[in-house]
């Protein structure tokens, strides 16, 4: 299901778990989940991954991770804010260390001005450290490219969030 090399950043992201001792989870949108499936394709990941919350719609997105309905409807789904806060509130509602939480939009429909198809907001929470957040524009390359393509950034995140 998952390209090599997607699967290799998932296997790093669960070593470099291992060795600090802690637990991960994902907070996902656009992505429907797949980066917690690319995390749990490696065998044994259960040691180290706690959860994954796949919060599509506003209402999951506040209910399951505490994001504010006022911030979503302020900044839309897609921003660095809504992104931080659901990298935040994944670790509030789990018993994991790190987070990593993705919003976006995959297209083929969606676009807004100053927020095209292949926007994909990212976040990266760990208990002690700033969350780090960035945005990538993909472009309109297709649902399925530019959701795989966020989940390999979504994954070299949780590795940096390592270093």
Request: aromatic share 4%; glycine share 10%.
């Amino acid at each position: 299901m998952f390209s090599d090399d997607v699967l290799k950043l998932a296997e790093t992201a669960l070593q470099h778990a291992r060795d600090n001792h802690v637990m991960i989870t994902t907070a996902e949108s656009c992505t429907g989940g797949l980066v917690s499936a690319a995390l749990t394709a490696v065998a044994g990941s259960s040691d180290v991954f706690d959860c994954g919350f796949s919060t599509y719609s506003y209402k999951a997105k506040s209910s399951l991770l505490g994001v504010p309905q006022s911030i979503l409807v302020e900044h839309g789904a897609v921003s660095e804010t809504v992104a931080s806060l659901m990298a935040e509130g994944a670790l509030a509602h789990s018993a994991a260390d790190v987070s990593v939480a993705l919003t976006g939009i995959a297209g083929p429909g969606g676009g807004l001005p100053g927020k095209p198809i292949g926007t994909v907001c990212f976040a990266c929470a760990r208990i002690g450290a700033k969350t780090r957040t960035q945005t990538h524009q993909f472009g309109d390359t297709g649902r399925a490219i530019v959701r795989m393509d966020s989940v390999r950034v979504a994954l070299e995140m949780l590795n940096q969030a390592f270093n």
